[in-house]
């Protein structure tokens, strides 16, 4: 079983700063399974990022995927005031796993 | 785009059974895998459970697997989860999911409490 652990649990910054989200599995994953999540308070969780480094429909460009093997990054090039949330990397299959996620918060 | 709506959450003691439904709508619902994710109050994202788009393939997380059974008729782009044997620890808002989350419903809180 793969299990995903993200780093931080918790980033506090300032909006226009750059977030950087880590999303590291226990055992080497393929690219085209990993994807990232955002979640605010009350709502359902929406798709930021699939196989990695592909942005879904209407993401906007600051948000950017990368990595491979074990080690994967989200990161949010400049923190605009809606992006405050938590962050969940997710890699699935036939079966799927989500990461403990990541609470980026106002500093 | 896409859409579903889940229904048939509420209060079941522990030991008991509830079925809950996701109604699909604006795609070609039997062309989908669909999944259901459920999230514990204050906790993050659990996969539950995903069925292939023709409903012959299916599978489970260890902590539902012999207890929940998905199922999907595609003539009325519906999404099923059978819960049976629900205990404390399943409370959480269940989400049905297109794919393995690139769509989401709304929810349907489940509270299993004496």
């Known amino acids: 079983e793969i299990v995903l652990t993200q780093s931080p649990g918790t980033l506090s910054l300032s909006p226009g700063e750059r977030a950087t989200l880590s999303c590291r599995a226990s055992q080497s994953v393929s690219s085209s399974y990993l994807a990232w999540y955002q979640q605010k308070p009350g709502q359902a969780p929406r798709l930021l990022i699939y196989g990695t480094s592909y942005r879904a429909a209407g993401i906007p460009d600051r948000f950017s995927g990368s990595g491979s093997g074990t080690d994967f990054t989200l990161t949010i090039s400049r923190l605009e005031p809606e992006d405050f949330a938590v962050y969940y990397c997710?890699?699935?299959?036939?079966?799927?796993?989500f990461g403990g996620g990541t609470k980026v918060e106002i500093k | 785009e896409g859409q579903v709506v889940e229904s048939g959450g509420g209060l079941v003691q522990p030991g008991g059974s509830l079925r809950l439904s996701c109604a699909a709508s604006?795609?070609?619902?039997?062309?989908?895998?669909m999944s259901w994710v459920r999230q514990a109050p204050g906790k993050g994202l659990e996969w539950v459970s995903t069925?292939?788009?023709?409903?012959?393939?299916?599978y489970y997380a260890d902590s539902v697997k012999g207890r929940f059974t998905i199922s999907r008729d595609n003539s009325k782009n519906t999404l099923y989860l059978q819960m049976n044997s629900l205990r404390a620890e399943d409370t959480a808002v269940y989400y049905c999911?297109?794919?393995?989350?690139?769509?989401w419903g709304q929810g349907t809180l489940v509270t299993v409490s004496s």
């Open positions: 069925i292939s788009g023709s409903g012959g393939s299916t």
């Open positions: 604006g795609f070609t619902f039997s062309s989908y895998v």
């Open positions: 999911a297109i794919n393995y989350g690139s769509g």
């Open positions: 997710q890699h699935y299959g036939s079966s799927a796993t």
